[in-house]
């Protein structure tokens, strides 16, 4: 099959472009560097023709591991006899950021005899703002076509379609003008031929600099910035609960229906408990990162999230992290699947590992009715300062502000300790136009997104719920939990919880709670006796406190829950980002002996204290 | 008019004003060096400090068309230099 490669400096609109000639949804943005991974389709227009899409680099020359990884990869595919043209796409608005890699591209490439088309995009900017660059005298210095084109409003997109027809046919011819130019005289050339060429004036910079203006001011900034996180927040949080409790409700709905129809009583519990059990444990996180993917596509599409990584910086660079790590740690307040997903904007990989260290340390949605059992239980239901603040209240604020908190000092920690200076990249930020988002193409890769999670992290999910199931389950067939075996597991590592007051039943609800921290609460009700605990804790909170735990113990759970990474989907979707499975794997540890050791060190400080 | 001029870092630089880059200071690596001229910073070109943004963040610069921002351990090791009249203040 013949295939043809598109690169690009980032930003460009390289994505557009693929997304216009094969129809595919590629994650488009308005932020560079937006293209994680190669991703190729077949030409609408020529359907036996692949179209392989790398992610944009300013040049050849890489100077991360990533970079070099693309570049590597970049180098085998012109090797690579069924490569027949590269198309190397330019933002004509901004030429000089683009003509050095064009040349070290048209080097390259003239090197393995390939033929290359250069695409001029955003061309509609250019003519709506009366630019002009002289496409023709451009391709003649260069030794290349430069064709018009713009992946907005589809103009040009004939033009390289017959291009691509006609070069197709061609030999492959090697060497070329530029085949063995050293890089400093090509960037010397490049720089010489922007000015020479490029649109001229300063239209678009300064409606970019009247808006960031505003953006990026102390008072309108912050005003704005908090406004739109908030927007953020609120559409995690409140916008998707509906559809969330939908999905639960129609998973239910179904399991309701199904199960009668099941004659065999191990097999009904198995569907009932592990099947749709299982399958709504995931199911139900789709419409958060549906809404979540779009909020933040709106937000990189329309320029603002440059701007939002720019404002939260500094604060984070203390921590090991940079402006970028900003949007995945807020929306891990609310879930840590989605967060990990936005960590793909932070370009350094010793950044992104930090911003995945800190993610399951927010206070993610998960966490709220293990809290809300724990302090109605264990903090007296009293006010103070004439019942304007409650000790509840107190005690929640407390212990999200813990998980916060331990996710800057975990970072700040090692970050110091694990310094590498060859692995930072200094922050620099290139601040892309201001621009209307594009609704269709978010639309689409929210739900892309959706069905990589449905697709890659419900497998392992469902296998995780499956294996705790059976381990609930038998040999009693779950008559007793805890005669199963999962009591027999709490009863064996009871002793490492008994140091910190808990018996068997809370080790049995811990272990439980991998599965979603939230199961936690089920579980305990489920051996108290007490059914739907999760919808009226009452009478579970009545019951722990009749049992005798001591306060120690309730504010230890507490730390242990505000720590431990124990929800399997946020491993699952560690592994798939990381492509590795030490990663999160090391990560849970770490974090269940950090919670183990905090927990023990609070029920020994409360116990003293009571 | 005889003019003189001042060699300051891009750092240094306020909201407005207009330099030329003269160089790199030797503590900047080189793959760092050879970025920030692709991004445009090359000896001889001129550069522009846009604003410096509220909120503590780093400043932004405009190079040609093209707006960066850059933060201060790098921006502080690109030597500019800025045009004065005689008398102007050091």
Not at chain 1, 76 to 87: F, G, I, S
Not at chain 1, 554 to 575: E, P
Request: charged share 15%; with cysteine; glycine share 8%.
């Amino acid at each position: 099959m013949n295939k043809v490669l598109l690169v690009g400096s980032p930003n460009s609109g390289k994505s557009s472009l693929f997304n216009r000639l094969t129809g595919l949804s590629q994650k488009v943005a308005n932020f560079p560097g937006i293209t994680v991974d190669v991703t190729s389709g077949s030409l609408l227009a020529l359907p036996d023709v692949e179209l392989v899409d790398f992610p944009g680099t300013y040049s050849l020359q890489a100077i991360s591991a990533e970079e070099e990884v693309a570049v590597e990869y970049f180098r085998r595919a012109l090797a690579d006899p069924e490569v027949r043209h590269v198309l190397c796409v330019v933002d004509a608005t901004r030429l000089e950021k683009s003509l050095y890699f064009t040349l070290q591209v048209i080097r390259d490439a003239q090197h393995h005899g390939k033929l290359i088309t250069v695409l001029a995009n955003m061309a509609d900017i250019i003519d709506r703002n009366n630019l002009t660059l002289d496409a023709d005298a451009l391709a003649a210095e260069i030794g290349a076509p430069v064709l018009m084109v713009s992946a907005k409003s589809g103009s040009g997109i004939e033009s390289i379609i017959d291009r691509l027809r006609d070069a197709l046919v061609r030999e492959e011819v090697s060497g070329g003008r530029w085949s063995e130019t050293p890089d400093a005289l090509l960037r010397g050339t490049a720089h010489q031929l922007a000015h020479q060429h490029g649109p001229r004036g300063d239209v678009l910079i300064q409606s970019q600099t009247r808006l960031d203006r505003f953006f990026l001011s102390g008072f309108t900034g912050g005003v704005a910035f908090f406004g739109i996180m908030l927007l953020l927040f609120q559409s995690i949080f409140t916008w998707s609960a509906p559809v969330m409790d939908a999905v639960e409700a129609l998973v239910g709905a179904v399991g309701s229906v199904v199960v009668p129809l099941i004659e065999n009583t191990v097999i009904a519990d198995f569907v009932a408990d592990a099947l749709f059990g299982g399958i709504g444990a995931f199911l139900v996180f789709v419409p958060q990162i549906f809404v979540l993917t779009f909020i933040i596509g709106l937000l990189e599409d329309s320029g603002y999230l440059a701007r939002a990584a720019l404002i939260c910086h500094r604060p984070l660079r203390l921590f090991g992290m940079t402006g970028k790590s900003f949007i995945p740690m807020l929306s891990g307040v609310a879930c840590a699947i989605p967060a990990i997903y936005a960590a793909r904007s932070v370009d350094s990989q010793r950044q992104r590992l930090m911003t995945y260290l800190a993610i399951p340390l927010m206070p993610c949605s998960a966490r709220l009715p293990v809290y809300a059992l724990l302090i109605a239980t264990f903090i007296p239901d009293e006010t103070m300062f004439g019942g304007l603040l409650g000790w509840q209240g107190v005690a929640m604020f407390s212990i999200y502000f813990l998980g916060m908190l331990m996710g800057l000092i975990v970072t700040g920690i090692t970050h110091r300790i694990s310094r590498v200076v060859a692995d930072d990249l200094p922050f620099v930020l290139e601040l892309p136009p201001y621009r209307l988002p594009g609704l269709l193409p978010i639309l689409r890769n929210a739900e892309k997104r959706c069905r990589h999670f449905v697709t890659k992290a419900g497998k392992v999910i469902l296998s995780v719920t499956i294996v705790v199931w059976i381990l609930g389950y038998f040999p009693n067939y779950g008559a007793d939990l805890a005669t199963s075996w999962l009591g027999t597991i709490g009863h064996f590592i009871e002793p490492v919880f008994e140091p910190i007051g808990l018996d068997w039943r809370y080790g049995v609800a811990i272990i439980s709670s991998f599965l979603a921290r939230e199961v936690f609460v089920g579980t305990l009700g489920t051996i108290f006796g007490i059914e739907d605990a999760e919808d009226n804790m009452a009478p579970l909170v009545d019951q722990i406190q009749a049992s005798g735990l001591p306060i120690g113990s309730g504010v230890a759970l507490l730390v242990f829950f505000a720590i431990a990474l124990q929800c399997v989907s946020t491993l699952a979707i560690l592994s798939r980002e990381t492509r590795s499975w030490k990663i999160p794997l090391r990560m849970a540890a770490a974090y269940l002996v950090l919670a183990y050791m905090s927990a023990l060190g609070v029920f020994y400080l409360v116990e003293w204290l009571v | 008019m005889n003019a003189s001029a001042i060699t300051k870092t891009l750092w240094s630089l306020q909201a407005g004003d207009a330099v030329r880059v003269i160089g790199f200071d030797d503590s900047l690596p080189e793959r760092y060096r050879v970025r920030l001229e692709e991004f445009g910073f090359h000896p001889g070109e001129n550069v522009e400090c846009l604003m410096t943004p509220g909120l503590g963040a780093p400043k932004l610069y405009r190079v040609s068309n093209t707006v960066f921002s850059l933060d201060d351990d790098i921006a502080s090791c690109v030597l500019v230099q800025m045009a004065v009249s005689p008398g102007a203040a050091l």
